[in-house]
């Protein structure tokens, strides 16, 4: 694991995202990862464009002014998504936008430590000028009819607001702009479910790293069936993300099944595995890994089989189960997805087409982009069953196809297997598409001397592999 082959594993990497034949790059120049001053201009670019759409979106919301606060050393998780995403260090650093009439949309900066960046997108009021004072006079300027807030809402970007902020905004807008105090969730959620074409070649370089990364976790320099174990193979994984210099929301799991082993369960899914198991011959291997890059989030699940002695690819039996897993992602993305159709629809149309082949499914997929876990619409049984609302899948938006089928397998003498994938894709008007090909066979790994390879591949599933720039 130590071998001279990582001291360039960045360029590596994504040389060998370049090379793997993959369509709907823009251009055929091997994509890299950009520097940090490099990305800060991006988003900055990708900034003016969403405050340009921020004006119409208040208006379909009712919402006169909204306010961003952000706390010292206790960022809102909004603020790099509405102004430039660079460290604010003030004691208290507000951000408001107002419908402004025919004036338009007014963006105005009360920071403790206002800068060149912040003039390109704010009004920066003049030194001396108490922020309670500023605050007050919009208000009576502009007396929006709804003063919308990061509170109320069922998910943390949408109810970060603290407690004293609260305060200070009541204190400085006064207790009869209190009662025009609302929710902000349906602007934050349409504003961070909206994706802009711009993006897109960047997120699909970022799923293109992610999918590199795991095949590295899963390739032989890294698993030695017999003495590699589960902590090692996360630890790996963290190590790379150092590497790139990139990130992660979350931490990697990893789960095993073993022939005559009862994997445990939790929250109602094969439970991940225990640092120190153990990998063997004759495993199948599951990964759970995402990547955070350029404000943008991507989430992984991909499997892995370990040959045992003699043995040149995975039984017939866990090819099977692979491709009923398949045939779910294509019911779903292909056959029950289109933009304007309810999550709830394309639930529950998919797992009646589930039960008519009978194959035993599981959905819970959810919306991606500036969080892992986006704001959005997701395809899943809360959503079918009323617990949660039922939301419209809307054009662009990008999603993680998450989902799981359990299949019997002969050659562990009937032994249900899960097959768990998870893709990030994007929304067309023909339903979702992947930004990367899925995987249609599983990793082998256990072969000395040789790179990870793959197995022969299931039967069927043809119908999600292609993918390109979308028209947006």
């Avoid at 969730?185 to 909206?194: G, K, Q």
């Avoid at 067309?428 to 899925?438: I, L, N």
């Amino acid at each position: 694991m130590k071998s001279a082959k990582w001291a360039a594993l960045p360029l590596l990497l994504l040389a060998a995202c370049a090379t793997t034949g993959r369509q709907g790059a823009a251009d055929d120049s091997p994509p890299r990862l950009m520097s940090w001053s490099e990305q800060i201009a991006e988003r900055e670019a990708w900034l003016e464009k969403r405050h340009g759409m921020l004006l119409d979106m208040m208006r379909r919301h009712g919402v006169g002014m909204w306010v961003v606060v952000n706390e010292e050393f206790h960022d809102d998780p909004l603020t790099q998504f509405i102004a430039p995403p660079r460290p604010y260090a003030g004691n208290r650093d507000i951000f408001v936008f107002v419908d402004a009439g025919p004036e338009g949309l007014k963006r105005v900066a009360l920071s403790g430590y206002s800068e060149a960046t912040l003039a390109r997108f704010f009004e920066l009021p003049e030194e001396g000028r108490k922020p309670q004072e500023i605050l007050a006079d919009l208000n009576t300027r502009y007396q929006p009819r709804t003063i919308a807030l990061g509170i109320g809402g069922k998910r943390g970007v949408t109810r970060s607001l603290t407690k004293d902020s609260y305060a200070f905004l009541v204190e400085a807008l006064g207790a009869e702009a209190e009662a025009r105090f609302v929710s902000a969730a349906p602007l934050i959620e349409e504003y961070l479910d909206t994706r802009i074409p711009e993006e897109w070649l960047h997120y699909q370089r970022l799923v293109m790293l992610t999918e590199a990364v795991v095949k590295e976790a899963f390739s032989p320099e890294v698993v030695v069936p017999g003495k590699t174990t589960v902590g090692d193979v996360r630890r790996f994984l963290y190590d790379r993300l150092w590497a790139l210099g990139v990130d992660t929301w979350f931490q990697p799991d990893l789960r095993v099944q073993r022939k005559g082993a009862d994997g445990a369960s939790s929250r109602g899914f094969l439970a991940p595995a225990k640092e120190d198991v153990v990998i063997l011959r004759g495993d199948l291997l599951h990964v759970d890994f995402g990547i955070t890059y350029m404000g943008l989030n991507s989430d992984w699940q991909k499997m892995a089989y370990v040959l045992n002695e003699g043995e040149t690819d995975a039984p017939e039996g866990l090819k099977r189960a692979l491709a009923n897993t398949i045939e779910l992602q294509d019911a779903l993305m292909l056959r029950a997805s289109r933009p304007g159709r309810t999550s709830a629809q394309v639930y529950t149309q998919t797992m009646a087409e589930m039960k008519e082949k009978g194959i035993e499914a599981m959905v819970y997929s959810h919306p991606l982009g500036n969080q892992g876990h986006a704001l959005g619409a997701s395809i899943d049984f809360r959503s079918a069953s009323r617990q949660e609302e039922s939301k419209t899948l809307r054009l662009g938006s990008y999603i993680a196809i998450e989902l799981n089928t359990a299949t019997s397998v002969p050659e562990w003498d009937g032994q249900k297997v899960f097959v768990m994938q998870e893709d990030p894709a994007y929304l067309t008007e023909e339903g979702w598409k992947f930004f990367v090909s899925r995987q249609e066979s599983f990793y082998l790994l256990g072969r000395d001397g040789q790179g990870a390879q793959r197995s022969q591949g299931a039967k069927g599933g043809k119908g999600v592999t292609t993918r390109g720039m979308p028209m947006l």
